[in-house]
């Protein structure tokens, strides 16, 4: 009795929970995201849901019709046939049928994801334990991107801080990457010591980083924003602590700020030339920021 | 030495005898009874510590931040659970039943094997001693996922020789447990049991131990690469070397997909074995089903890669191991199909094991409709790496391994003890189970596609409300399970006695319903005849 009565509290503190959950479609659904890859993604991920929906309303029909029905207790007397080659040449073809018609859409957009041809921009990222580097491998730019200080803060074990009072918690950085809008951005991946993915779930890709080789993959995000996921391959004790942030500017804002850092770099690199002996290429990005800032 | 000396000593072995007294009778046994009951009260042990394990994940994730535990030790929860629950609760589980039941459903008289199969079960033991030590090492116990993927897993402190030598151990045993079960299949089979009139559940263990004894090797040789590229300074996974670390992953994973299939097909046998003898009926299609699990265990060794989608192999790659996967459906759905048309005309009734089987048939479905979905790679590259990948392998391993084998034990309790177990409690667990076990995995299909990566300890607010409730779920699934061990004591102390048949109608359904209940140490000493 007692046992009935704590799943009773436990179902009624779930569906409490559950309601307000439901409300936002975006947090029990893939996103549909920002750039063609993702929207084709997603259209494949609903189609091939909806297909597993019908064939489990089916299915399970079935099951539950059998149970409903064919009851001891209602005085079912069991039949004695085993087998029925008809029905099992057909629902061995059936299925088969119906995963030709998902495997052909799934290639085509297979093909696309790995057409890496006709990019406007190339970005190399690195992985770290636990962060990201970011070089624009033409422009002479390069940084690392860090969790930022306030999300860092919250994380320590009983910091006292709530996690819900800090904006974008654990999903911001310190330097975002930041990347141009409407224009095919060819991003090579790969990884310093351990094996980390880079992943931005608007962007609808994920691709390992890996010491020893760089992946590749692309992506043209078609509105300005910011765009953030995760470290998604386990890497070691802050795995949980590496986000991922991408900022979009229009083609123009983007200039700007690639002009910035340029300049930013070049105005650094005077005075840390002079006293090169003593100061560490981590402190020269430290100074880049700081240029930045000011 | 005189001539009765000699009888009497033969008599001594071969007469009707019962164990030895006190520890040497578990020591020393070489029965298949003691054995089998010996693997699964292991397993038992295991399934509730692994299950410990699972909950101070689901407690520090219970709500955002960091409250319980460190992040490192966080990471090595997730490892040793998933190492305990695969090596030592599940496997081992279904290698107890194998023990007890295929003598008795197959008409033998012990294990081809009785020694080795004595050996087998201490050197799990020995295995899992090694692999709980390993928590307690300098560095702490292993943290880099239970597929040990390099270069990560050689940042182990001196954890990563201890788990690696368990992993020795516990396959070792699993080949000689599986050259037990192929050796004794083939040959004490009773007089007239063609391979073709064999019970579902042995037919399963017999592919099911082909596949181990050709993985288990490949795993122990991936692992002792890494042992060698930690201390001896070989690169075979170490770029800087000209190694390579995916290779790692393609070795790992030509054992690890098959070592799902091992984990699942005993668990095909058991439903294929209880939905018959509550329905009534005789299993629908039963020809179907072999060749279907000789299917399923075929493509298991040709799909692998669809687990590392992400790492960037070339288009054809990614084509092939697509379509190898999606292949896998057919005869899934084959088993799934023949099932629900077993129940189909049938005389059901609704006793605790095959509520459990039930449970699967649903559950283990959904479970499958997820992994037909991970099977297509350009979404792959969403899910993968996700809670959704969480939800869908603990949705074909918690309501699908662990309850097969949950129904199993309850089928065949009755005829372990002589009791039946207390239906009413019994009938508790399963629906306490089977509620808890979806209020605690399959909001994590949603914590996935929204994009909340597997493997972190803490995580950002947007997916604080199905934690909490997934989190809520483990713990009601987690108690559920104490009530389960309570009714396992309580049958083997006593109860209402049960005839030889237990089950009404069962005789028809397989040879162990014509031995007394419990079964005597001994049985079969005379081979029985089968038309
Ligand atoms: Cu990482």
Redesign the pocket.
């Known amino acids: 009795m007692k046992m009935v009565k704590r799943a009773f509290v436990a179902g009624m503190a779930l569906f409490g929970l559950a309601s307000p959950a439901m409300a936002a479609w975006s947090d029990v659904n893939l996103r549909v995201g920002v750039t063609e890859l993702s929207r084709e993604i997603y259209g494949l991920h609903m189609l091939i849901l909806w297909i597993c929906v019908a064939i489990a309303v089916a299915v399970f029909g079935v099951m539950i019709y059998s149970i409903a029905t064919f009851r001891k207790s209602k005085g079912a007397v069991p039949a004695t046939f085993d087998h029925n080659t008809k029905a099992e040449v057909i629902w061995t073809v059936i299925p088969v049928l119906i995963l030709v018609g998902m495997a052909i859409p799934a290639a085509r957009t297979l093909v696309k994801i790995d057409d890496m041809r006709g990019s406007e921009l190339t970005v190399k990222v690195t992985?770290?334990?636990?962060k990201?580097q970011y070089e624009y491998v033409d422009h002479g730019v390069s940084f690392f991107s860090t969790l930022a200080r306030t999300s860092d803060e919250a994380r320590q074990l009983d910091s006292g801080i709530r996690p819900e009072s800090v904006e974008n918690y654990l999903l911001e950085v310190d330097n975002p990457l930041v990347v141009p809008q409407g224009k095919k951005v060819r991003v090579l991946i790969t990884?310093n010591d351990?094996?980390?993915?880079w992943w931005v779930p608007d962007f609808g890709m994920k691709k390992d980083?890996i010491p020893g080789y760089i992946n590749e993959m692309w992506f043209r995000a078609d509105e300005p924003g910011i765009y953030r996921g995760q470290?998604?391959?386990?890497?070691?004790r802050?795995?949980g602590f590496?986000p991922v942030v991408v900022e979009v500017k229009s083609q123009a804002d983007f200039d700007a700020w690639l002009a910035a850092q340029q300049a930013a770099r070049q105005a650094a690199a005077a005075p840390a030339a002079q006293t090169a002996a003593v100061v560490s290429p981590v402190d020269q990005v430290a100074a880049v920021r700081v240029a930045v800032a000011e | 030495m005189s001539a009765t000396q000699t009888h009497g000593h033969a008599a001594d072995h071969h007469d009707d005898h019962g164990p030895a007294k006190g520890i040497t009778r578990w020591l020393t046994t070489t029965n298949h009874k003691d054995i089998g009951t010996m693997y699964l009260v292991f397993s038992l042990v295991m399934f509730l510590i692994g299950g410990a394990m699972a909950l101070v994940i689901r407690a520090e994730l219970f709500v955002p931040g960091m409250q319980l535990v460190d992040p490192g030790f966080f990471n090595t929860m997730t490892t040793v659970h998933a190492l305990i629950m695969v090596f030592g609760a599940v496997m081992p589980a279904t290698v107890g039943l194998a023990n007890w039941m295929i003598p008795l459903q197959i008409g033998a008289p012990d294990m081809a094997l009785p020694r080795m199969n004595n050996f087998s079960f201490w050197l799990l033991v020995a295995a899992f001693s090694l692999l709980i030590l390993s928590l307690f090492m300098p560095g702490g116990g292993p943290a880099s996922g239970w597929t040990l993927y390099p270069p990560l897993v050689l940042q182990t402190g001196d954890a990563l020789p201890l788990a690696i030598f368990a992993i020795h151990l516990a396959g070792a045993s699993s080949i000689m447990g599986a050259i037990n079960i192929i050796v004794t299949i083939m040959n004490l089979r009773a007089p007239g049991m063609t391979l073709l009139k064999m019970p579902l559940f042995p037919w399963t263990w017999l592919i099911t131990a082909y596949l181990l004894i050709a993985v288990m090797p490949v795993f122990a040789g991936a692992v002792t690469m890494l042992l060698t590229d930690h201390f001896f300074g070989t690169t075979f996974f170490a770029a800087a070397g000209g190694g390579d670390p995916v290779l790692y992953q393609h070795i790992f994973w030509f054992f690890g997909h098959p070592e799902v299939y091992i984990m699942i097909l005993p668990a095909f046998g058991i439903v294929s074995e209880i939905i018959p003898t509550f329905s009534r009926k005789p299993l629908f299609g039963y020809d179907a089903m072999v060749y279907a699990t000789a299917s399923i265990a075929f493509l298991s060794f040709i799909v692998w890669a669809h687990h590392m989608f992400t790492v960037g192999m070339p288009l054809a790659g990614e084509m092939f191991f697509m379509l190898s996967t999606m292949l896998i459906a057919v005869p899934t759905g084959v088993k799934v199909f023949n099932w629900t048309a077993t129940m189909w005309k049938g005389s059901l009734s609704f006793e605790t094991p095959m509520l459990f089987a039930l449970a699967f048939l649903f559950l283990f479905t959904i479970g499958g409709f997820s992994g037909l979905m991970m099977a297509i790679a350009p979404v792959d590259f969403q899910y993968h790496d996700t809670y959704f990948i969480v939800a869908h392998f603990h949705y074909v391993l918690v309501p699908g391994a662990v309850f097969a084998i949950m129904a199993a034990v309850y089928y065949w309790m009755p005829k372990w003890t002589g009791h039946m177990y207390d239906t009413k409690l019994a009938n508790i667990h399963f629906w306490m189970s089977a509620i808890f076990v979806n209020v605690l995995f399959f909001p994590q299909h949603f914590l996935g596609l929204a994009g909340m990566p597997r493997r972190i300890p803490d995580y950002s607010t947007q997916f604080a409300d199905w934690n909490m409730v997934s989190s809520i779920g483990a713990f009601g699934f987690g108690l559920s399970q104490l009530l389960f061990v309570y009714i396992i004591w309580k049958c083997a102390k006593g109860g209402q006695k049960v005839s030889a048949e237990v089950w009404d109608g069962a005789r028809v359904h397989g040879l162990e319903w014509t031995v007394p209940s419990p079964a005597p140490y001994h049985t079969f000493d005379e081979a029985p005849v089968v038309k």
């Open positions: 992985g770290y334990q636990w990201w990884a351990v094996i980390h993915a980083a470290c998604a391959e386990l890497c070691g802050d795995h590496m």
